[in-house]
Every structure is written in C-alpha cells, then in structure tokens.
C-alpha cells in the first residue's frame, strides 16, 4: 500500500518520538503505530509536518509531526517565539494574545502555549476561558500586541484542533511572516529546544477587561439604532452549536436592542464533543436542523447560528414558499454589503471614498451592486487574511473607509477594529438588516428578491470533495492538474470564454489566445472558468482541510418576483448539469 521510501521516512520520524523529551503516553502511542502491522496510522501522523495554510496549522489530535499535539503546538510556538524576537528586537518587551475555542484540548494547548511564549521573555496575555477568534484580533489591536495565537479548528469535526497565529495588525500571518515562522518552526531539530516551563510573572489573565470594550465598540457600528428599537421584539432565534457564542453572541444583539432572542437549549451546552451534530459546520444543513426546527415552532422572523469559535454566521429565512431554509453564503454576504452601501447612501455618508472587499469565488453580483453604487471593490484571495491585507494597506495609505468585506464560506467581518471574520458583529448587523427591511414592508426573501431584480439574479453552490491522508493529497494534487491540462471547452454548453489561473498568474482569453497578468500579491492554486452565458467555476484545494471544493455560480435576468421561484429551480438544475460535466455529481 504504501512505497519503502515512505515507510522508511515516516519510521525515522517516528522513531524521534520515543525519546525521553515526550511523555511517556505519546511514547506508548507511538510504539503502538510502529508495532501494528497496518501502517496507515504511522503514515498519516508522520508523512509531513503541519504547515500553514490559509487559517494557520489544522489537524487531527493525536501523537505525530503531522497531528495537533503539544509538541506540534510547542514546536509552532517556539518557532514563533524566536522569529518575534527577531523581528521585534528593538522593542523592550513583546507581547502577545493566547485564546481559544470550547475544543478538547483547546485550554491544555493554549496553556501551552502561554508558558512556551513566558518562557521565552515574552508578555502574555491569556483568555480566563474560551473566547471568540475574531475578540483574539480585537485584543492583539486594543493591548498594541505583537502577535497572538487562537487554539480552534473553527467549524471542523470533534477530532480536529488548530492553531492560528495573528500578526501585530490583528490579522492572520500572511507572507513573509507565514514563511519565516515555519522556517523557524523547521529549524527546532530537538523537542528539548522547547522551552516549555512557564514563567508565571510574565502571564496575564484577561477577560471581561476585552469583553466589555469589544460590545461596546461592535454597538458603534449600527447604523439604524431607532428602527432596532421600534423592533426590539424581533422574532430571533440563535444556536452557538455548542460553541464559544454562547454567552457573548446574545449580549451583543441585546446592546443593539433586540430583547426577543429564542435559544436551542441543547445546543446551549458548550461542549467540544458537539453532542447534537455530526460536524459543528453552519454551512451545512444538518448543523441547522434544530435551530430551523425551532424557528418553524415560534414562526421567527430569522435564525442564526455561529460557529464553535464564533467567527462565521449562518442564516436561516422563511421562504417563498413558507418554509425555512438556510441561506448560502453568497446570499448572505450579498445582503451584507448591499445594507451597508445602501443604508449609508440614505444617512448621506457616502463621501465618494469607501470600498468593500470579496474574495475571488465569492459571487459577481456584489461586483454589479459596488459598480451601480459607485464604490470601490477590492477582489482578494480566500483566507480573511487577504481581506485584512487589503485593509492594512488602505489603512497605510489613507485611503478610503472600509464599508464591509466577507466571504463565500459565511465569513464577515463589518468593523475595523478586529481582522477577522466576526460573528459576534455580524449577526447583530444582520438582525439590523432584518429590522429595517421590517419597517420597509419587508421580510428578508423579500429584500433578497428586490436585490435581484435590481441587479440581476445569480446562485451559487459549493461542492467538497473530501480525500483525507497521504493518499487523499495526491489525488487531488492530480486533479487540478488534470483540471489545468485539460481544461474545459464548455460548461453545460455554454463555451469558455476566460480561463484563469492564479498559480500562473495568467488570464487566458479563450476567444482570442490573448494571455494577460493577474494583478495578486502572490500565486495561489486556484483555477476559474468563465463562460459566454456568464457562470463561473471556480476550483481550489483547501489550506486547512483535505478536500478540493467547487465553486460554481450561475447568472440570468429576474423581471418578476413571482418568477423568483421558478428561477431558483433553473439554478439548480442549471448547477446539478455543470457538477456532472465536471465529473463531481
């Protein structure tokens, strides 16, 4: 099954563990794998090491270089520790934020991770419990940190923790940090570099000190402070799906003042076992039968759900049709930006100078919305920290208000304040948009089909295809280069009319043969088709999961709100076609 060469490697590596640096249970657990005669365990915790991708280190728990364990976290952090010693020599004491999720393990990895960083001289600043990611960005910002980690593998199965590390701007490492820290990382050859006994002195506990600050500041950001009160008792129902949101989530709608909140009482329990879901992701349906179940009992006027760590939001409306159903993550940044572009243009604020910020395979109908309204969009890659890159160099510049900025996979982030994706501001935003298309006579399906009629109808579907391990990595790695090799000549019919390819950095005219540069700060595996009848196709492998996910968006004209409906099922069959030409039906 598995070639000598790698059983040799993985052995070697594995054989570094039984030394006495490692406690004697990853000992016993690794003579386990080396014994056992099916070799996939060994192979699978020690073919690479855990590398940064687009949310940072993420894996499964467990004993091995390429798993999530106190010596991957401690290996990371002392990578980190010394390239901040580097990089900020000139100042007398760095410091840094350390929080994390309700995950197992998450306090023991965070606690690590704080006596690693003591032990090193440096200044930290430790969450008294779990605490949303996006609040770890606020607190690198408002405590003028250096750095930060959050210990969360966000919306993935039980099995799996991460670790994201944060820059001095709040935002997640992007190059050349992300680069420089795990050659750091690389050069730690003994797990007896580690310096994993903590100085007390140099660790500070924080808690309502953030927390009281952060509300408050995200309350700075309504903009319809008398219609939330007018609808105060606003029909809300909200599920943390046993998550970090428990407590903050609901303190943050009741400051914008909505008193109607209706909870999921077994989703309450904040557990890293997510006893009520197979996976804690809100994007998926079966995460939201609950919270859709109870909207259904109460008749609500929306339900919303964030993640574990409380960084993406999920929607669920009433339809046209009268039944509730989860809104997709391009629905739900559309709804965004348009609120805020519009909301601001009737409070006289648009001064001619604000932008808003989407990611590459995130839907076109925001770019026909910013280009009516005459503000600026900024296309970025996927990862909030391309999205915070962005505001980070307009911020330098002086250039320009940040309006919104989000992405397809129910990520939003509607303040400056923090540089990551924030359910704790979005969700309250979104009870916001709720309330003011209430006073306009309007529920949210409404408000989405007054969008499309006035801008074009588009839809949009997201397809993951999971291949975890060794062997699951290969096999993706050829299918975008098949992809690449043998590009698509038309898709449901429909010819091809712009390829490009953000690893290249080339845009190829399909009509003409005419190539042109991409205008991106660095390459990224991703790959687009565009076509004549206007859908679009993305494919990219993921940076934290083992998966390669399909993007696919369709466009047409609505003339109708009664024709709303009907179009939605053109959609889906239109997309149902395309995911068999591409051979992922």
């Not at 739900?332 to 601001?344: D, H």
């Amino acid at each position: 099954m598995f070639d000598e060469k790698l059983l040799q490697d993985v052995t070697a590596k594995a054989k570094t563990w039984l030394s006495e640096g490692y406690d004697e249970k990853t000992r016993a657990q690794v003579h386990e794998m080396l014994d056992n005669e099916d070799k996939t365990e060994l192979v699978e915790s020690f073919y690479k090491i855990l590398e940064f991708g687009t949310g940072g280190l993420r894996g499964i728990m467990g004993p091995g270089c390429n798993r999530m364990n106190i010596y991957t976290v401690g290996s990371a952090t002392q990578g980190l520790a010394n390239y901040l010693k580097e990089a900020f020599k000139d100042l007398p004491q760095i410091s840094v934020v350390v929080g994390h999720d309700v995950r197992n393990n998450s306090r023991l990895f965070a606690e690590t991770v704080a006596n690693i960083f003591s032990a090193n001289g440096i200044k930290v600043y430790l969450f008294e419990g779990p605490r949303p990611t996006p609040e770890v960005s606020y607190a690198i910002r408002r405590l003028g940190c250096q750095s930060g980690v959050n210990i969360t593998a966000s919306h993935n199965p039980k099995i799996y923790n991460g670790y994201k590390a944060y820059w001095d701007d709040g935002a997640q490492v992007v190059a050349p940090h992300d680069v420089n820290i795990i050659n750091y990382v690389n050069a730690i050859k003994d797990v007896r570099e580690i310096k994993f006994e903590g100085n007390p002195d140099l660790i500070q506990i924080i808690g309502e000190d953030i927390d009281g600050p952060y509300i408050e500041d995200i309350y700075t950001l309504s903009l319809s402070p008398e219609i939330n009160k007018k609808y105060h008792d606003l029909k809300i129902v909200y599920t943390p799906i046993h998550g970090v949101g428990r407590y903050i989530v609901p303190r943050s709608i009741n400051r914008w003042g909505f008193d109607n909140i209706i909870h999921v009482p077994e989703q309450d329990v904040m557990s890293g076992d997510f006893p009520t879901v197979d996976s804690p992701n809100p994007e998926m349906p079966s995460a939201m039968q609950m919270a859709i179940a109870k909207a259904e009992e109460v008749q609500a006027d929306l339900a919303l759900a964030s993640d574990p760590d409380a960084d993406r939001i999920s929607l669920v409306i009433k339809n046209t049709r009268g039944k509730y159903e989860l809104v997709n993550g391009n629905q739900i940044q559309i709804i965004f930006l348009y609120y805020l572009m519009e909301r601001n243009r009737e409070l006289g604020r648009i001064k001619g100078d604000e932008y808003i910020v989407k990611t590459i395979v995130t839907s076109e109908t925001i770019a026909r919305i910013a280009k009516q309204q005459n503000i600026k969009m900024f296309d970025c890659y996927t990862g909030f920290k391309w999205i915070a890159t962005v505001m980070r160099e307009m911020e330098m510049a002086g250039k320009g208000r940040y309006l919104g900025g989000g992405e397809e996979s129910y990520g939003f982030l509607p303040e400056t304040f923090a540089r990551d994706k924030d359910a704790i501001s979005s969700i309250p935003l979104m009870c916001e948009i709720a309330a003011w298309a209430k006073d306009k006579g309007m529920t949210l399906n409404d408000l989405f089909i007054n969008v499309y009629l006035k801008y074009g109808y588009s839809k949009e579907r997201g397809i993951s295809v999971v291949r975890p391990g060794k062997s699951g990595a290969d096999e993706i790695a050829q299918m975008m280069v098949n992809f690449r090799e043998n590009p698509q000549k038309t898709i449901d019919g429909s010819p091809v009319t712009i390829i490009k390819d953000f690893q290249k950095l080339e845009q190829r005219d399909m009509r003409t043969g005419e190539v042109t540069k991409l205008d991106m700060p660095v390459t990224s595996n991703v790959l687009q088709y565009f076509t004549e009848d206007g859908t679009k196709v993305s494919i990219r492998p993921s940076g934290t999961e083992p998966k390669i996910k399909f993007y696919m968006e369709v466009h047409d004209t609505l003339d109708k709100a009664e024709n709303y409906d009907a179009k939605n099922d053109w959609a889906d069959a239109k997309m149902d076609r395309i995911c068999e030409s591409l051979g992922i039906a």
